[in-house]
């Protein structure tokens, strides 16, 4: 298994969708938490953080459940420019932090 | 903007070269990161680095190797190149929790 699972995509949807994006961590001592976006052949950026109280970013919203050990990225109102991979990043300190990416879900936004 | 840079942009190289991509980063941080990235696919960790003289292999087996000497410097070295290393590789650094990624380099290998 996987110590990071995310949907695998792709997504296909309108503008003016809402799209949820849904990733499962393994490791329970896992620390931190982010989302990170990345467009065709371009390096990945930080798109957000998640905490568990929950964050929002203008249309977007992020979600962590540690009991369940998993993330949720919320997108509202997409935008053609919304289209990219978003990948599930986790943190976890194994006697040093170690970051793992998950495998990404592509969303293609269309007019 | 991140300070991580990755010299080649681009290279593409005849089979059986010695090639070395070169990462550099001046934030001070102290973990440095090489994946692998086949275009449309995931991100794969060949290499990382908790500090100078620190390096340890990662999930996916590589030929490849790396060097800390110095904080700031962390190249990957590929002895003979050959086509199966066709790919794009990606430098990254964190100093606890959000990493930083250079531009990568996109390797051809002919």
């Known amino acids: 298994r996987k110590e990071v699972e995310q949907d695998p995509g792709p997504f296909n949807v309108p503008e003016g969708a809402t799209v949820a994006f849904n990733c499962t961590y393994s490791?329970?001592?896992?620390?931190?938490f982010f989302w990170y976006r990345q467009d065709c052949r371009k390096e990945p950026k930080l798109l957000m953080s998640?905490?568990?109280s929950g964050n929002e970013d203008g249309r977007f919203t992020a979600q962590l459940n540690r009991a369940s050990q998993y993330i949720s990225l919320l997108i509202r109102d997409s935008k053609l420019s919304d289209s990219a991979t978003y990948l599930c990043?986790?943190?976890?300190?194994?006697?040093?932090?170690?970051?793992?990416f998950g495998a990404g879900t592509r969303l293609f936004v269309k007019a | 903007e991140a300070d991580i840079y990755q010299t080649p942009r681009y290279l593409v190289i005849g089979t059986g070269k010695k090639i070395t991509l070169e990462c550099s980063q001046t934030?001070?941080?102290?973990?440095m990161y090489w994946y692998q990235q086949d275009p449309g696919m995931e991100l794969h960790l060949i290499h990382y680095?908790?500090?100078?003289?620190?390096?340890e292999k990662g999930d996916l087996s590589s030929e490849s190797t790396v060097s800390r000497i110095r904080t700031e410097h962390f190249p990957l070295t590929l002895e003979s190149a050959r086509p199966s290393h066709t790919s794009q590789y990606l430098c990254?650094?964190?100093?606890?929790?959000?990493?930083?990624f250079g531009q990568g380099t996109r390797l051809t290998v002919v």
């Open positions: 990043v986790v943190t976890l300190n194994t006697g040093g932090f170690k970051t793992i």
């Open positions: 934030m001070g941080h102290d973990k």
């Open positions: 998640v905490y568990s």
């Open positions: 990254a650094s964190s100093r606890q929790t959000e990493a930083f």
């Open positions: 680095s908790y500090g100078v003289n620190s390096t």
């Open positions: 490791n329970s001592a896992s620390q931190s």
